[in-house]
């Protein structure tokens, strides 16, 4: 349109004077430039009002992922406080109620015996004081576990949980940390303090443990946690399953899987269970 325009402008001044043509064509062109630069400038005006509108809305879609992750951990806290519950019940009724009906029967022994066997019925009553006295220590444990922590970081801490299991046990605890340690999600830290509890609980109960060692290694897609143990291996755990009903392993796989972590164990001395998980970046969805 700019050729058939400049054309039929010369066509019309032929006549006049080459200056006159040269002022001509060269106002022409400079229009035409001057037309150009006020519609690029209006484009470009209209793509950065079309980019500032898509930035506003990706800013309004991750302010709303963060909500949704905010109340995604306030779910897993739920769900991790409601579990705890659950354990603590279930210690109760296990460990301390049949302990208390052993005192009770116990108890009623020890008054029929005492009158003809004074020495038997003694030695019962000094059992018995030793029931009561281990039952008090888990009642008092399960009370303090039940003391609500002043943040997620101190509740859920390996660190404060390999402490209080020296302090209670007397075995040897030791933490180490590879790589470069960074801030974990609620739920990736609360993953790994249970499983760290439940490995050192079954390492004490059925492998009779001294010493228990705990591997943080931070990595660049993922962080795991190796937990050694000096405990027996003894040949009656050579089934599969036996070996994952008695130590809870089903119970630390499902928490595993639900933030798509895996766990590998090492049945070799010293026995080992590495729990793995997956480490995502701001920039990634979950």
């Known amino acids: 349109m700019l050729s058939v325009h400049l054309i039929l402008l010369n066509v019309s001044f032929q006549y006049e004077q080459a200056l006159w043509m040269i002022c001509i064509n060269f106002a022409f062109i400079l229009t035409a430039v001057l037309l150009s630069l006020l519609q690029y400038s209006t484009k470009s005006h209209e793509d950065l009002i079309r980019r500032y509108d898509d930035l506003r809305k990706k800013h309004y879609e991750l302010d709303e992922t963060n909500k949704r992750l905010v109340e995604f951990t306030h779910q897993v806290e739920a769900t991790a406080q409601s579990g705890e519950r659950e354990r603590i019940a279930r210690q109760l009724h296990d460990d301390i109620g049949h302990r208390l009906i052993r ?15 004074y020495p038997k019925g003694m030695n019962m009553i000094v059992q018995i004081r030793d029931q009561l006295s ?28 390999l402490e209080e299991i020296g302090r209670e046990t007397g075995i040897h605890t030791t933490l180490t940390t590879e790589g470069v340690p960074f801030l974990l999600y609620p739920s990736s830290q609360i993953v790994l303090y249970k499983n760290a509890k439940e490995a050192i609980t079954n390492a004490l109960r059925h492998g009779k443990a001294t010493a228990v060692e705990v591997i943080l290694t931070f990595g660049v897609r993922e962080v795991s946690m190796s ?60």
């Not at 003391?147 to 404060?160: G, M, V």
């Open 227 to 286: 937990v050694s143990n000096t405990g027996e291996i003894t040949q009656s755990t050579t089934n599969m399953n036996s070996r994952q009903q008695g130590m809870g392993l089903s119970g630390m796989q499902e928490r595993v899987k639900l933030v798509g972590g895996w766990i590998d164990i090492q049945w070799d001395y010293p026995f080992t269970i590495v729990t793995t998980l997956p480490v995502y970046k701001k920039n990634e969805v979950l």
């Open 134 to 161: 281990g039952s008090m220590d888990d009642m008092r444990n399960t009370v303090k576990r039940m003391r609500p922590a002043t943040s997620l970081k101190d509740e859920y801490s390996i660190d404060r949980l």
């Open 103 to 117: 005192v009770k029967m116990m108890m009623e022994a020890a008054i029929h015996i005492m009158p003809t066997n």
